[in-house]
């Protein structure tokens, strides 16, 4: 058998690639099983002498023993690898405390029977098994010693249950297994009240071409808690409107501690003169009319200077705002009137 | 986890069935499904049999029959992996369109990965081949004969699925004698030719042992029909390996230099040797005030020998 390509081998799969095709003439007819098992002899002879070569062998009790690499052809996983536990809250704790885990014997010296008892499972010294509880002589004389014991494990079995629960919902929580309820950003919704108001929106939500589907018999939908927000009307008694102006400027005049600083004052007239390059602009701190620049005068690249660009940016968004806020009131009013569909 | 589910397991038994199902580090050698259709042909039925006792001890062969499509519904296939906890499965089913069907597929975290559907020709079972057979659970030896499945990405992916369907239990050591199965793959003719021999060694002139084989059954050829890959996204995930913990190495310390004792080099830095302070002066820990008395005269230093002089004196 001519072996034009030698073959790649696997070992930690016990696996060897033979890249040659087959005789097309010995595949036909009565042939094949022979020619086969030829070619099969002539590749396990390759394999076994490439594990007898590369692999050390060891004796292990009475058998030749060879150790495996791993495989280097890769192989797809059965189930993703494990997510790392994020540690619980007494793990935490005892990481910062250093507190080391204790191991304790089996064995427990039980003084009531002379004998070492096991800690726990079968044949402990259990003390709810006591036939006999000595009354405390702070407690009550008429309490059951039995009863409080019984509750008090009860207890504490809940504590920790509790503890457990918790312990996963943090879990699951960082993990982040839970899948996504909001359309709006994938991130997991951390506490009962995001998945309430997602489950919410969900359920209000289900509006497809217009038209919100039929509630099925008996559902609430529920409301959409949160705080609203009160905007006053645009329109309306301009007294009103100027004196909340005028007690907002009151308030802020009235924290500013140093009302006027003299040489802040003279560095930015300086830099508006430098800006504007004209002189005749009177600057004095308050908002003024930007004068034209006719084609004649000597301006600058930034005609108007920083400040006065940012003023009237922000005036332009305010406007914006404003239009679009009556806008906005108009759509409002128009869909409190007529809906597209039948919501109630 | 179990310790991360809600539910905790009542008993021991229960407990260590639930920590087999959970997803670890190194795995669980992978299980396989051998789900039976609608309709089986008397061949195609021996022939999922066949491939029972291939897999023997890490396969489960569902009983009743399931009239299913993989390739059309396959939630039936991930919910029965789920229950049983099998990433592997075979189909086998029989009709007039797709007569001796087989299904091989993989899943990975019970969903489905890939799956390619074959027509088996040529089939001849276990049972028909006079040779003893392998114990179970045997690490069968591998080949691959033909370019095509290093060259064609659908042959790789079958040759893929096909290695991790056969590769049989994981080893760290294996034992030499126990090298005794060969499974052959080889490519001819759009047919993929699949022969399992029983492997003798005979001993020969040198240490390597000289091979002999003897099919041990079953025969058969599956012929490509259709198949469902899994998108590069998917086998990418699948194939994340989890970031084993390596023993950092602590540079300068050499832990055990084989007579247990632990080494390192301590670095001081540059001294100047003759700046050193080596002896041990005592006088010079005497406090100052000693040189300079009130009176502004030096005080005398006392020293031994002082006494001998006195005595001599007196």
Redesign the interface.
Known sequence: LATS?PPTFDLG??????????DPAS?RGPEL?PY??A???E???S???E???RLP??R?ED??????PPPS???????????P?PPSRWEEFARLKSIRRNKKEQAVWDEATGEWRPRWGYGRADPSKEWLLEVPASADPNEDQFGRLKKEKKERVAKNELQR?KN?SR??RLGGTLPALSAGGGGATSSSKELKRALVVAKRSDASVGQFSAKVGGEKVGHLQGRRRHFLPNTGSLTAERGIQEQVLKELAARRTDPLNTERAVNRLQQQREQSGDAANAVDGRRRPQKKKTAGKVSTEGGKSRRQNARDSKSRKYKKAAASGRANQKMKSLMKSKTLGKRK | ?A????IKPKTQAGKRALARR????I??T?SCLLIRGGNTSEAIGSCLKDLYSLKKPHALMLKRRNPILPFEEISFVEKMSRKYDC?LFAFASHSKKRPNNLVLG?L??YQL?DMIEFGVEGYQPLCTFPVAKVPVGT?????????E??SDPTLMAIK?LL??MF?GPR???????G?EQ?I?F????GQI?V?S?R?L?KSSGS???????S?MGPRFGLRLRRHKL?TPEQ?K??????KVATIKKIKNIVPDDGLGNRLGRVHVGRQELDKLQTRKVKALKRPREDFNAADGKKIKKRRLSDNKKRKNKE
């Not at chain 1, 799969?13 to 087959?22: A, E, K, S, V, Y």
């Not at chain 2, 995930?237 to 989890?242: D, I």
Request: charged content about 25%.
């Open positions: 390509v799969l016990l696996l060897i690639n033979n890249p040659n095709p087959l595949t099983e086969l098992a070619v099969a002899r590749n396990a002879q394999l076994l002498s594990i007898w070569q062998a060891e292990v058998a030749v023993v060879a150790p495996l052809t890769p192989l797809p996983r059965e189930k993703p690898p494990p997510k536990k629960l996963i879990n699951m | 986890m310790s991360n589910s809600v959970e997803e670890k580090v795995e669980n992978k990433s993989r990975f975290n990965l690490k069968p030896c591998l080949s691959f004969q033909g370019e499945f290093d893929n290695l991790d590769q080893v760290e050591k294996i034992r030499l004698q090298l060969l052959q080889s490519y001819c003719d030719l022969r021999y492997i060694l240490k390597i042992p000289r091979v002999e084989l099919e899994a086998s995930q699948a194939r994340r390996q989890p």
